[in-house]
C-alpha cells in the first residue's frame, strides 16, 4: 500500500501540482510594507470570523460582473472579505457571489505596492528633461504641493507655448477641470464591442436605450426565458472567463432544464467544461466564413415541403435583402444576399465546402450544424464580442444576424440572436432596478469630444481613434474620416481615472516608442502599472474602498450596489476630484463648476432617484425610503420619499436585488412585438426591418476613412487573418508567422486591474497557450519558457501545452503588466499588446484577435511571476 | 471504524469551472501567503487532433476540474507518519495539525498523497485546511463553500453527504480511495468515465526553480529609499 501510495502520488507531483517547496517570502510580508496587517498563515486566524465591522464595499472594475461584496474592517484594516450573505441563495434568486478577483481585492487596495505619495521621476526637469529614461528613471518622493505646482505650470506653459490643441486626456474627473481649462484632446475606441458597435443598431439588432442602460443589453432574451430552450449556440462565450459571477451558474440552470448546448470556440472553454455537448474548433477570425456555410447549407438543403430549414415567412416579413424580390428601396437587386450565398455574381458559392478550408471546420459537420440549429425549434443563437474584435468584421455581426432571420430564432420565448456579452451575459432586457442621475453636471470640451456613434462623420474636434495614440504622437497624424486626416501635436498627457493606457491599447512596443516624445506625462495612480511606470509624474489616488459610493447599477438587471467607504485613505491618496479641484483652483478656475454636484448631493441624487420595476412588470416605482433623518445623515437639503426599502437597508446590505421566478413578469423576449406585426412595430432601420442590405451599414463604415463593405454580409479576409498566414494560399506555403494567436480575458485580471495581486499571480501563471502538434515540431514541452514574435512586438512566456486549443492557433490572457527589456525588445511578462499590431480597419475596431505570430523555445527558465518582487516604492516607509 | 460524525467535503467535478475562487477565499479567510494553498484546484485534460482531409478535427478533447483541500481521511496517513505526534484526529474526524508540536520536518507532507499539508519557510511549521473550524463553530460555512460562484462544493456529515451524493471519492487524477478513505464525496464530471479512461493529464502549469535569470524575469526600475 505505502508503494501504491509513493507512486501515485510521485505521478501527482511530476504531473504539476504545486509542490510546497521552499517559500520564498511572499511580497505581501515584507517588513515596512503598506499591507496593514502582518501574514500570520497559522497562529491569528481563528479570530478572524467574529470581530470587526463588516462594511459593504464595491467591487467597481469594468468586468461586466457586479457582485456583493463586504469588507472585515478593525481600526483602519481590513482583516478578510467575503460576498452576497444578503439572502438564502437558490438557482432563481442567486445571491451575487464574488469571483476570485473580488475575493482577493483587498490584497489590491492594501497591496504592499499601493502608492504612498505623490512623486515624479528623478531627471525630470521643467520642459520634460531627459525623456529617454522615462520607464527606468529613479523616484522621486514630492509634496502634493510641489507636485501640482509642477502639473500646474506644464498645463500652462503648452497652452501658452502650443495651445489647448497640445493637451491630451482621455478621461477621469480630471476632464472637467481640463474642460474649464479651455478643453483637450480626446480619445475614442471601439475596444470592447468591436464590429457590434455600429453595425449592430445599423442592421436593427439591438435594444433600443431601456432607462439609463446601454443600449446593447437587450438584444437577448432573459435568463428565465433562456431556461425555454432546447439549444444554445455559444459562439465565442465563454462566461466563465470573461463574465465570472452569476452568468455561468445561470448558464448551468439553462442547461438542467434541458437545454443541448453548442460551442464554437477555438478553444474548449472552461465554460464548454461544464456545459457543452459538442464543440466546433473554428479559426479566429473565421467565424463569418463558417457562418456563410451554415447558411448555404440551409439554402442547399431547404425545401419547404420536404424538408423546411428556412423561415421564410420570416424573411419575408421582418427582413430586407435576403433576395431580389425583397430589397430596400433604391438597392440594386442583383445585390442580394441569396445570391451572393449561391455565387451568381462571383462565380464561387459560400458552400461548406468554401468554408471548411477557411474556418478549419469540416464541410460535413458544417452541414450538421446547420440541420440542428433549423431543426431545433427553441435556439438561442448568442456571441460574444469577440468574433468581432477581428480586422474587417465589420459585416460579421449582420451574418450572425441573418442566420438567426433565415432559421427564424427572434422574437418568440426561447428563440433569439444576439450578443450575450458584459452585464447582459445570458441575462438580456432592461433593467429591473437603477440608479437616479447624480446630477453632476456635463462640461463641454472645446477642443476634443465626440461620442463612438458618431465617429465616422465629419468632426471638428480632435479625438484620437484608440488605436491610432500611439501613431498619432510620433507622425503627428491620424484619421479622422474618409479622406481626411487631422495634424495633431501632443505635448502633454494627462492620464487621469487611472487609465493603464500605456498596456491597453494593441501596437504596444510603438506605445514605448511614442510614451518618451511628449514633453509631459501626468497620469493618476493606485500602483506602478505600465503607464504609470513610463510617466514624469504619479499623483496617488485613493480606490473606492476609501471613499464613499453612489448607488452603483452597472451589473446584471437584477441588482443595485451602494458600497460604503471602508478605510482612510491610505498613505497620502487623495480623491481624484479632490486633484481636479485643487488643479483647477490653482489655474484660476472655479471649482464649484468641477464638483457641480457635491458626492453627498450626487448620493442623494442617485438615491431619491433610484426606481425599481413593478411586480406586474410594468413600469417602475422608487425603490428608496428616505426619511428626515436619513437626509440629515447624507448631509444634503431634500424631502423624505417613501418607496419598497429602506435607505438604511440598503446601506447595511450594500445590494438590493430583484426577486425573480420563473413564471413572474420580468421576461424580456426582444422583438416579439416586431416579429407578430413587424409593420405596425417597426425598428430604427431605414426600412424599419431587419436589414440583410444595409447601406446605412456601409456607409457608417466607410466614412471612418479606412475599409469598405458591402451592404450585404460579404466575407472580407482579415488583415493577419488565418488567409495571411500563408505565403501561398494555393499551395498552403506557411508564412514568417504562421500561427494565429488571439487574447482572451483571463481571471487573473479583470483588464488589466489585478495583475499586481500576488495571490491572483500564484493561481493563474499567464501562460502562453499552445496546441501539442505545434509545440511538438518546434521541440517545446509543456512549462518551457517561450519566446514569441509577432511582426509587432516579441514576448517572453512559459508555455501551456493543451489539446483545448486547436492546432496553428495560440492564445493568451490580455492585460499583463509588460517588463519590457528594453535591450532585447521583448516584453518577459508577456502583454498581448506587444503581439497585437495598430491596425485600423471598418469602424476603428481592435482586432485583437486577428494577430499572427511564430514561437520558438527560449533558452532559460522564467521565475513564476508570483514570485518576481511587487512594485515597491519607499518601502521602508512604515503606516502609520 | 466508521465514525458517524465524521465529515467531509462534496465536490460537483460536473458544475466546477476551475476558476479557483474557492483558493482565494480560503487563502483570505485564513490569510494564507502565496506558496500555501489549503485548498488546490487541478485542471485534468485530454483528448488529442485527428488530421482530416487537410483539417485537424479534435477527438475527445475534454477538460475537467477538481477543487481539493485536505481529505480529512478515516485513515490519514499524515497521522501515522507524523513523528512528534503533532497530527491528530477530533470527534468530527477533522484531522488537526497541533502548531506546538509541530516540528517542521514534513513527514505529513510526504505522507499525504493529496499534498494538504503545506510548509511555509517563515512560520516553520506544516498547516492544513481544518474545514474553517472557527466558521463551523458559529454555523457558518466552511469559506470555499460559499465561495464557489457554480454552488460546486458542500460539506457536512459524511453519512448525510453518501446518502445524497452517493459514494464516489476518487476519479482520474485522485489517488485510489481505499488508500486512505478520503472523506470527500465526488459527482464525476460527465468525461471522467466516457473520454479520461486514465489518459488524461494534469495540465497546471509546473512550477520550476529558475536555474538563470539573466534578462528574465521583472526589470523593476530602481527606486529610492
Same mark, same amino acid.
Given at each position: 500500500?505505502?508503494?501504491?501510495?509513493?507512486?501515485?502520488?510521485?505521478?501527482?507531483?511530476?504531473?504539476?501540482?504545486?509542490?510546497?517547496?521552499?517559500?520564498?517570502l511572499?511580497?505581501?510580508?515584507?517588513?515596512?510594507?503598506?499591507?496593514?496587517?502582518?501574514?500570520? *498563515?497559522?497562529?491569528?486566524?481563528?479570530?478572524?470570523?467574529?470581530?470587526?465591522?463588516?462594511? *459593504?464595499?464595491v467591487?467597481?472594475?469594468?468586468?461586466?460582473?457586479?457582485?456583493?461584496?463586504k469588507?472585515?474592517?478593525?481600526?483602519?484594516?481590513?482583516?478578510?472579505?467575503?460576498?452576497?450573505?444578503?439572502?438564502?441563495d437558490?438557482?432563481?434568486?442567486?445571491?451575487? %457571489?464574488?469571483?476570485?478577483?473580488?475575493?482577493?481585492q483587498?490584497?489590491?487596495?492594501?497591496?504592499?505596492?499601493?502608492?504612498?505619495y505623490?512623486?515624479?521621476?528623478?531627471?525630470?526637469?521643467?520642459?520634460?528633461g531627459?525623456?529617454?529614461?522615462?520607464?527606468?528613471?529613479?523616484?522621486?518622493?514630492?509634496?502634493?504641493?510641489?507636485?501640482?505646482?509642477?502639473?500646474?505650470?506644464?498645463?500652462?506653459?503648452?497652452?501658452?507655448?502650443?495651445?489647448?490643441?497640445?493637451?491630451?486626456?482621455?478621461?477621469?474627473?480630471?476632464?472637467?477641470?481640463l474642460?474649464?481649462?479651455?478643453?483637450?484632446?480626446?480619445?475614442?475606441?471601439?475596444?470592447?464591442?468591436?464590429?457590434?458597435?455600429?453595425?449592430?443598431?445599423?442592421?436593427?439588432?439591438?435594444?433600443?436605450?431601456?432607462?439609463?442602460?446601454?443600449?446593447?443589453?437587450?438584444c437577448?432574451?432573459?435568463?428565465?426565458?433562456?431556461?425555454?430552450?432546447?439549444?444554445?449556440?455559444?459562439?465565442?462565450?465563454?462566461?466563465?472567463?470573461?463574465?465570472?459571477?452569476?452568468?455561468?451558474?445561470?448558464?448551468?440552470?439553462?442547461?438542467?432544464?434541458?437545454?443541448?448546448?453548442?460551442?464554437?470556440?477555438?478553444?474548449?472553454?472552461?465554460?464548454?467544461?461544464?456545459?457543452?455537448?459538442?464543440?466546433?474548433?473554428?479559426?479566429?477570425?473565421t467565424?463569418?466564413?463558417?457562418?456563410?456555410?451554415?447558411m448555404?447549407t440551409?439554402?442547399?438543403?431547404?425545401?419547404?415541403?420536404?424538408?423546411?430549414?428556412?423561415?421564410?415567412?420570416?424573411?419575408?416579413?421582418?427582413?430586407?435583402?435576403?433576395?431580389?424580390y425583397?430589397?430596400?428601396?433604391?438597392?440594386?437587386?442583383?445585390?442580394?444576399f441569396?445570391?451572393?450565398?449561391?455565387?451568381?455574381?462571383?462565380?464561387?458559392?459560400? @458552400?461548406?465546402?468554401?468554408?471548411?478550408?477557411?474556418?478549419?471546420?469540416?464541410?460535413?459537420?458544417?452541414k450538421?450544424?446547420?440541420?440542428?440549429?433549423?431543426?431545433?425549434?427553441?435556439?438561442?443563437?448568442?456571441?460574444?464580442?469577440?468574433?468581432a474584435?477581428?480586422?474587417?468584421?465589420?459585416?460579421? *455581426?449582420?451574418?450572425?444576424?441573418?442566420?438567426g432571420?433565415?432559421?427564424?430564432?427572434?422574437?418568440?420565448?426561447? %428563440?433569439?440572436?444576439?450578443?450575450? #456579452?458584459?452585464?447582459?451575459?445570458?441575462?438580456?432586457?432592461?433593467?429591473?432596478?437603477?440608479?437616479?442621475?447624480?446630477?453632476?453636471?456635463?462640461?463641454?470640451?472645446?477642443?476634443?469630444?465626440?461620442?463612438?456613434?458618431?465617429?465616422?462623420?465629419?468632426?471638428?474636434?480632435?479625438?484620437?481613434?484608440?488605436?491610432?495614440?500611439?501613431?498619432?504622437?510620433?507622425?503627428?497624424?491620424?484619421?479622422?474620416?474618409?479622406?481626411r486626416?487631422?495634424?495633431?501635436?501632443?505635448?502633454?498627457?494627462?492620464?487621469?481615472?487611472?487609465?493603464?493606457?500605456?498596456?491597453?491599447?494593441?501596437?504596444?512596443?510603438?506605445?514605448?516608442?511614442?510614451?518618451?516624445?511628449?514633453?509631459?506625462?501626468?497620469?493618476?495612480?493606485?500602483?506602478?502599472?505600465?503607464?504609470?511606470?513610463?510617466?514624469?509624474v504619479?499623483?496617488p489616488?485613493?480606490?473606492?474602498?476609501? %471613499?464613499?459610493?453612489l448607488?452603483?447599477?452597472?451589473?446584471n438587471?437584477?441588482?443595485?450596489?451602494?458600497?460604503?467607504?471602508?478605510?482612510?485613505p491610505?498613505?497620502?491618496?487623495?480623491?481624484?476630484?479632490?486633484?481636479?479641484?485643487?488643479?483647477?483652483?490653482?489655474?484660476g478656475?472655479?471649482?464649484?463648476?468641477?464638483?457641480?454636484?457635491?458626492?453627498?448631493?450626487?448620493?442623494?441624487?442617485?438615491a431619491s432617484?433610484?426606481?425599481?420595476?413593478?411586480?406586474?412588470?410594468?413600469?417602475?416605482?422608487?425603490l428608496?425610503?428616505?426619511?428626515?433623518?436619513?437626509i440629515k445623515?447624507?448631509?444634503?437639503?431634500?424631502?423624505?420619499?417613501?418607496?419598497?426599502?429602506?435607505?438604511?437597508?440598503?446601506?447595511?446590505?450594500?445590494?438590493?436585488?430583484?426577486?425573480?421566478?420563473p413564471?413572474?413578469?420580468?421576461?424580456?423576449?426582444?422583438?416579439?412585438?416586431?416579429?407578430?406585426?413587424?409593420?405596425?412595430?417597426?425598428?430604427?432601420t431605414?426600412?424599419?426591418?431587419?436589414?440583410?442590405?444595409?447601406?446605412?451599414?456601409?456607409?457608417f463604415?466607410?466614412?471612418?476613412?479606412?475599409?469598405?463593405?458591402?451592404?450585404? *454580409?460579404?466575407?472580407?479576409?482579415?488583415?493577419?487573418?488565418?488567409?495571411?498566414?500563408?505565403?501561398d494560399?494555393?499551395?498552403?506555403?506557411?508564412?514568417?508567422?504562421?500561427?494565429?494567436?488571439?487574447?482572451?480575458?483571463?481571471?487573473?485580471?479583470?483588464?488589466?486591474?489585478y495583475?499586481?495581486?500576488?495571490?491572483?499571480?500564484?493561481?493563474?501563471?499567464?501562460?502562453?497557450?499552445?496546441?501539442?502538434? @505545434?509545440?511538438?515540431?518546434?521541440?517545446?514541452?509543456?512549462?518551457?519558457?517561450i519566446?514569441?514574435?509577432?511582426?509587432?512586438?516579441?514576448? #517572453?512566456?512559459?508555455a501551456?501545452?493543451?489539446?483545448?486549443?486547436r492546432p496553428?492557433?495560440?492564445?493568451?490572457?490580455?492585460?499583463?503588466?509588460?517588463?519590457?527589456?528594453?535591450?532585447?525588445?521583448?516584453?518577459?511578462?508577456?502583454s498581448?499588446?506587444?503581439?497585437?499590431?495598430?491596425?485600423?480597419?471598418?469602424q476603428?475596431?481592435?482586432?485583437?484577435?486577428?494577430?499572427?505570430?511564430?514561437v520558438e523555445?527560449?533558452?532559460?527558465?522564467?521565475?513564476?511571476?508570483?514570485?518576481?518582487?511587487?512594485?515597491?516604492?519607499?518601502?521602508?516607509?512604515?503606516?502609520? | 471504524?466508521?465514525?458517524k460524525?465524521?465529515?467531509?467535503?462534496?465536490?460537483d467535478?460536473?458544475?466546477?469551472?476551475?476558476?479557483?475562487?474557492?483558493?482565494?477565499?480560503?487563502?483570505?479567510?485564513?490569510d494564507?501567503?502565496?506558496?500555501?494553498?489549503?485548498?488546490?484546484v487541478?485542471?485534468?485534460?485530454?483528448?488529442?487532433?485527428?488530421?482530416?482531409?487537410?483539417?485537424?478535427?479534435?477527438?475527445?478533447?475534454?477538460?475537467y476540474?477538481?477543487?481539493?483541500?485536505?481529505?480529512?481521511?478515516?485513515?490519514?496517513?499524515?497521522?501515522?507518519?507524523c513523528?512528534?505526534?503533532?497530527?491528530?484526529?477530533?470527534?468530527?474526524?477533522?484531522?488537526?495539525?497541533?502548531?506546538?508540536?509541530?516540528?517542521?520536518?514534513?513527514?505529513?507532507?510526504?505522507?499525504?498523497p493529496?499534498?494538504?499539508?503545506?510548509f511555509?519557510?517563515?512560520?516553520?511549521?506544516?498547516?492544513?485546511?481544518?474545514?474553517?473550524?472557527?466558521?463551523r463553530?458559529?454555523?457558518?460555512?466552511?469559506?470555499?463553500?460559499?465561495?464557489?460562484?457554480?454552488?460546486?462544493?458542500?460539506?457536512?456529515?459524511?453519512?448525510?453527504?453518501?446518502?445524497?451524493?452517493?459514494?464516489?471519492?476518487?476519479?482520474?487524477?485522485?489517488?485510489?480511495?481505499?488508500?486512505?478513505?478520503?472523506?470527500?464525496?465526488?459527482?464525476?464530471?460527465?468525461?471522467?468515465?466516457?473520454?479520461?479512461?486514465?489518459?488524461?493529464?494534469?495540465?497546471?502549469?509546473?512550477?520550476?526553480?529558475?536555474?538563470?535569470?539573466?534578462?528574465?524575469?521583472?526589470?523593476?526600475?530602481?527606486?529610492?529609499?
Amino acid at each position: 500500500m505505502k508503494n501504491a501510495t509513493t507512486s501515485r502520488r510521485n505521478f501527482f507531483k511530476t504531473a504539476g501540482m504545486l509542490a510546497a517547496g521552499i517559500t520564498v517570502l511572499p511580497s505581501n510580508s515584507i517588513k515596512g510594507a503598506l499591507l496593514p496587517y502582518k501574514i500570520s *498563515p497559522v497562529v491569528k486566524r481563528h479570530v478572524r470570523s467574529v470581530e470587526g465591522k463588516w462594511v *459593504p464595499v464595491v467591487c467597481w472594475h469594468d468586468c461586466g460582473g457586479r457582485c456583493a461584496l463586504k469588507a472585515l474592517v478593525v481600526n483602519n484594516k481590513i482583516l478578510r472579505v467575503k460576498s452576497d450573505d444578503t439572502h438564502m441563495d437558490t438557482p432563481d434568486y442567486p445571491q451575487q %457571489r464574488a469571483c476570485l478577483r473580488g475575493r482577493s481585492q483587498r490584497m489590491q487596495v492594501c497591496g504592499p505596492d499601493r502608492l504612498k505619495y505623490p512623486m515624479r521621476r528623478k531627471s525630470w526637469a521643467p520642459g520634460g528633461g531627459d525623456k529617454s529614461l522615462r520607464g527606468k528613471d529613479e523616484w522621486v518622493r514630492i509634496s502634493w504641493d510641489e507636485a501640482l505646482d509642477i502639473v500646474v505650470n506644464e498645463l500652462k506653459r503648452i497652452k501658452e507655448e502650443y495651445g489647448n490643441e497640445s493637451i491630451f486626456s482621455p478621461g477621469g474627473e480630471i476632464k472637467r477641470t481640463l474642460n474649464l481649462f479651455g478643453g483637450c484632446v480626446d480619445s475614442w475606441s471601439n475596444d470592447s464591442l468591436g464590429s457590434w458597435m455600429g453595425s449592430g443598431k445599423q442592421i436593427g439588432l439591438y435594444a433600443k436605450k431601456p432607462n439609463n442602460g446601454f443600449d446593447w443589453v437587450g438584444c437577448i432574451g432573459d435568463r428565465m426565458d433562456m431556461r425555454n430552450c432546447q439549444l444554445v449556440v455559444m459562439w465565442g462565450v465563454n462566461p466563465a472567463w470573461s463574465s465570472p459571477g452569476s452568468p455561468t451558474y445561470n448558464f448551468l440552470q439553462v442547461k438542467k432544464a434541458g437545454a443541448k448546448f453548442i460551442f464554437i470556440d477555438p478553444f474548449y472553454s472552461s465554460s464548454a467544461a461544464i456545459l457543452a455537448d459538442d464543440w466546433y474548433p473554428v479559426r479566429p477570425g473565421t467565424d463569418h466564413a463558417m457562418i456563410l456555410g451554415i447558411m448555404h447549407t440551409l439554402l442547399n438543403e431547404d425545401n419547404p415541403v420536404n424538408n423546411p430549414l428556412i423561415d421564410w415567412d420570416f424573411l419575408n416579413r421582418c427582413t430586407v435583402g435576403f433576395d431580389k424580390y425583397h430589397m430596400p428601396e433604391g438597392a440594386d437587386p442583383s445585390e442580394n444576399f441569396k445570391d451572393y450565398l449561391l455565387g451568381k455574381n462571383d462565380g464561387q458559392p459560400k @458552400d461548406a465546402e468554401w468554408a471548411a478550408e477557411i474556418c478549419g471546420i469540416p464541410a460535413a459537420r458544417i452541414k450538421i450544424l446547420a440541420r440542428e440549429i433549423a431543426n431545433t425549434k427553441k435556439v438561442a443563437l448568442l456571441t460574444s464580442w469577440a468574433p468581432a474584435r477581428v480586422n474587417n468584421s465589420d459585416s460579421w *455581426p449582420q451574418a450572425f444576424m441573418t442566420l438567426g432571420c433565415m432559421t427564424g430564432h427572434i422574437g418568440e420565448s426561447g %428563440r433569439m440572436t444576439g450578443t450575450s #456579452i458584459h452585464i447582459a451575459t445570458g441575462n438580456g432586457g432592461p433593467p429591473l432596478v437603477y440608479a437616479g442621475n447624480t446630477g453632476l453636471e456635463e462640461i463641454p470640451n472645446q477642443v476634443g469630444g465626440g461620442s463612438n456613434y458618431t465617429r465616422g462623420r465629419p468632426e471638428e474636434k480632435l479625438s484620437i481613434p484608440g488605436n491610432q495614440i500611439w501613431s498619432a504622437i510620433l507622425t503627428g497624424e491620424y484619421t479622422a474620416g474618409k479622406d481626411r486626416n487631422r495634424k495633431v501635436d501632443i505635448r502633454l498627457m494627462y492620464l487621469g481615472g487611472v487609465t493603464n493606457m500605456l498596456g491597453s491599447r494593441e501596437g504596444q512596443k510603438k506605445g514605448f516608442e511614442a510614451i518618451k516624445k511628449p514633453d509631459f506625462i501626468v497620469c493618476h495612480a493606485h500602483f506602478l502599472n505600465t503607464t504609470a511606470q513610463y510617466s514624469d509624474v504619479v499623483l496617488p489616488v485613493t480606490t473606492q474602498w476609501e %471613499r464613499d459610493g453612489l448607488l452603483q447599477d452597472d451589473g446584471n438587471r437584477e441588482v443595485i450596489f451602494l458600497g460604503s467607504k471602508a478605510i482612510e485613505p491610505l498613505f497620502e491618496s487623495r480623491d481624484d476630484m479632490w486633484i481636479a479641484k485643487e488643479i483647477g483652483a490653482r489655474l484660476g478656475l472655479d471649482t464649484r463648476l468641477i464638483e457641480s454636484a457635491t458626492q453627498a448631493q450626487q448620493l442623494y441624487n442617485s438615491a431619491s432617484g433610484a426606481m425599481v420595476i413593478k411586480d406586474d412588470g410594468k413600469g417602475y416605482e422608487p425603490l428608496l425610503t428616505i426619511t428626515e433623518e436619513d437626509i440629515k445623515n447624507i448631509g444634503v437639503v431634500g424631502s423624505p420619499q417613501k418607496g419598497r426599502i429602506t435607505f438604511k437597508e440598503l446601506r447595511e446590505k450594500g445590494v438590493y436585488q430583484v426577486p425573480r421566478s420563473p413564471n413572474d413578469n420580468f421576461r424580456h423576449i426582444p422583438l416579439e412585438d416586431f416579429r407578430k406585426d413587424p409593420v405596425k412595430n417597426p425598428l430604427t432601420t431605414r426600412s424599419g426591418k431587419l436589414e440583410i442590405h444595409c447601406s446605412d451599414l456601409a456607409e457608417f463604415v466607410a466614412a471612418f476613412g479606412w475599409s469598405v463593405i458591402k451592404p450585404i *454580409p460579404e466575407y472580407v479576409q482579415p488583415i493577419e487573418g488565418y488567409e495571411a498566414s500563408f505565403s501561398d494560399w494555393k499551395t498552403k506555403t506557411k508564412s514568417k508567422y504562421p500561427l494565429q494567436f488571439y487574447s482572451v480575458h483571463y481571471l487573473r485580471r479583470a483588464g488589466s486591474t489585478y495583475d499586481n495581486v500576488s495571490w491572483l499571480r500564484e493561481a493563474w501563471p499567464q501562460e502562453f497557450f499552445i496546441n501539442p502538434l @505545434d509545440a511538438e515540431v518546434r521541440g517545446i514541452n509543456h512549462g518551457d519558457t517561450i519566446k514569441a514574435t509577432s511582426r509587432h512586438g516579441t514576448v #517572453i512566456r512559459r508555455a501551456h501545452i493543451t489539446s483545448r486549443i486547436r492546432p496553428g492557433v495560440t492564445s493568451m490572457g490580455a492585460g499583463a503588466w509588460s517588463e519590457l527589456d528594453e535591450k532585447l525588445g521583448v516584453d518577459n511578462a508577456g502583454s498581448s499588446n506587444m503581439l497585437a499590431g495598430d491596425i485600423t480597419t471598418g469602424q476603428g475596431t481592435s482586432g485583437w484577435n486577428s494577430c499572427l505570430l511564430e514561437v520558438e523555445k527560449y533558452g532559460k527558465e522564467l521565475i513564476p511571476d508570483h514570485k518576481w518582487p511587487a512594485r515597491i516604492l519607499f518601502k521602508n516607509e512604515i503606516h502609520e | 471504524m466508521n465514525n458517524k460524525n465524521q465529515l467531509g467535503f462534496y465536490l460537483d467535478s460536473g458544475a466546477c469551472i476551475g476558476c479557483k475562487a474557492c483558493i482565494i477565499a480560503c487563502k483570505d479567510k485564513n490569510d494564507l501567503p502565496v506558496n500555501i494553498n489549503w485548498r488546490r484546484v487541478i485542471e485534468y485534460c485530454g483528448g488529442s487532433w485527428n488530421s482530416e482531409k487537410g483539417n485537424f478535427v479534435p477527438s475527445g478533447v475534454y477538460v475537467y476540474y477538481l477543487s481539493v483541500s485536505c481529505q480529512h481521511c478515516e485513515s490519514p496517513p499524515c497521522l501515522e507518519a507524523c513523528p512528534s505526534s503533532a497530527i491528530s484526529k477530533g470527534d468530527d474526524g477533522i484531522v488537526h495539525i497541533d502548531q506546538e508540536k509541530c516540528i517542521h520536518d514534513q513527514s505529513c507532507l510526504y505522507a499525504c498523497p493529496y499534498d494538504a499539508p503545506q510548509f511555509g519557510s517563515d512560520t516553520a511549521r506544516m498547516s492544513k485546511c481544518d474545514m474553517c473550524a472557527d466558521l463551523r463553530a458559529i454555523d457558518k460555512n466552511p469559506a470555499c463553500v460559499d465561495a464557489c460562484p457554480l454552488r460546486a462544493l458542500s460539506w457536512g456529515k459524511m453519512d448525510e453527504l453518501r446518502e445524497k451524493y452517493g459514494n464516489i471519492t476518487a476519479i482520474d487524477p485522485l489517488p485510489d480511495g481505499s488508500i486512505t478513505s478520503p472523506s470527500m464525496i465526488l459527482t464525476p464530471h460527465r468525461h471522467t468515465r466516457l473520454l479520461s479512461n486514465g489518459k488524461g493529464h494534469v495540465t497546471d502549469l509546473p512550477e520550476k526553480a529558475p536555474t538563470e535569470i539573466n534578462g528574465i524575469g521583472p526589470n523593476i526600475i530602481k527606486q529610492l529609499k
